[in-house]
């Protein structure tokens, strides 16, 4: 019912920037938290950054001073926007809604993931 939809992967040059979106579409009470995480290939999925309800954002230590996470309630939608990419950036993104359905029961609902590649 409800689903995540992820863009703005690609490739591009150490230094370069991307801005990543995700919308959240279907049934859906409330929006929480969200959150995007990465995995590099042979690696664990790690959380990148989160972003409360309120707006208040929290980063792994390395993405600080060069990503960014904002979101959009009106239209469900959540960013992650890219600085200053490293080739140790290159991984699957994928977002990450906690949602509250209208039973106000609480799910988390992902996307299907967003390669990002970073060439030297």
């Known amino acids: 019912q409800v689903q995540l939809v992820e863009s703005g992967g690609g490739l591009v040059q150490a230094g370069g920037s991307l801005r990543l979106s995700c919308a959240a579409s279907g049934s859906i009470f409330r929006i929480n938290a969200l959150r995007w995480y990465r995995q590099a290939p042979g690696k664990q999925r790690d959380l990148v950054a989160t972003i409360s309800s309120g707006g208040f954002a929290n980063y792994a230590d390395s993405v600080k001073g060069r990503f960014t996470i904002s979101r959009d309630n009106a239209k469900n939608t959540v960013y992650l926007q890219m600085n200053s990419l490293k080739p140790e950036d290159t991984a699957v993104y994928y977002c990450?809604?906690?949602?509250?359905?209208?039973?106000?029961?609480?799910?988390?609902?992902w996307g299907q993931g967003t390669q990002v590649t970073v060439s030297s």
């Open positions: 990450n809604a906690n949602i509250m359905q209208y039973d106000l029961t609480r799910r988390d609902v």
